[in-house]
T-cell receptor, first 109, second 111 residues
């Protein structure tokens, strides 16, 4: 089955700086790569996703890049704000979505 | 639309007891999933279904069973509960494999 690895496990940045989280996947048949934000005690919330036929996607301060050849994808958050502090998960899917272990992002005011 | 509804929200089980976690969606989604999330960890896929009458094992199926007799419902059965099954359980659904909708979760403690 698919195996998703995510780095780093924790990330601390100053407000206004950029944050980058990286993931790799093992199954070349995976074709859908979402990113989720999870706040304490809440369900995961989709923040951005990308399909395998697209190399990059941007939504305001958030962008995702995908390199299918290397089987890795990344989340970029620019101009970070304290409310961006949360745990972020990457995932990869064909029909069965598998998650990375998560990155705890802390944005210091 | 209510989306994905999970019941109960909280449950305490004794070792060896059994229970069924309920999951219902009203979006006519074909695909449904069960995940568990241990404290401070990522989500692990337990079972999934691509349509009524079809189920498949995920990463951590041992100790669980599922059925999918209708498009709307995807119950998760725990037989002989063990402390290792203490976790938060999330149900999710999607129409065509993208844009998963998650339920609010069931927090299960086995003592």
């Amino acid at each position: 089955g698919e195996n998703v690895e995510q780095h780093p496990s924790t990330l601390s940045v100053q407000e206004g700086d950029s944050a980058v989280i990286k993931c790799t996947y093992s199954d070349s048949a995976s074709n859908y790569f979402p990113w989720y934000k999870q706040e304490l005690g809440k369900r995961p919330q989709l923040i951005i996703d990308i399909r395998s036929n697209v190399g990059e996607k941007k939504d305001q301060r958030i962008a995702v890049t995908l390199n299918k050849t290397a089987k890795h994808f990344s989340l970029h958050i620019t101009e970070t704000q304290p409310e961006d502090s949360a745990v972020y998960f990457c995932a990869a899917s064909r029909n069965d979505m598998r998650f990375g272990a998560g990155t705890r992002l802390t944005v210091k005011p | 639309n209510a989306g994905v509804t999970q019941t109960p929200k909280f449950r305490i089980l004794k070792i060896g007891q059994s229970m069924t976690l309920q999951c219902t969606q009203d979006m006519n989604h074909n695909y449904m999933y069960w995940y568990r999330q241990d404290p401070g960890m990522g989500l692990k896929l337990i079972y999934y279904s691509v349509g009524a009458g079809i189920t498949d094992k995920g990463e951590v199926p041992n100790g669980y069973n599922v059925s999918r007799s209708t498009t709307e419902d995807f119950p998760l059965r725990l037989e002989l509960a063990a402390p290792s099954q203490t976790s938060v359980y999330f149900c999710a659904s999607t129409r065509d494999g993208v844009g998963y909708t998650f339920g609010s979760g069931t927090r299960l403690t086995v003592v």
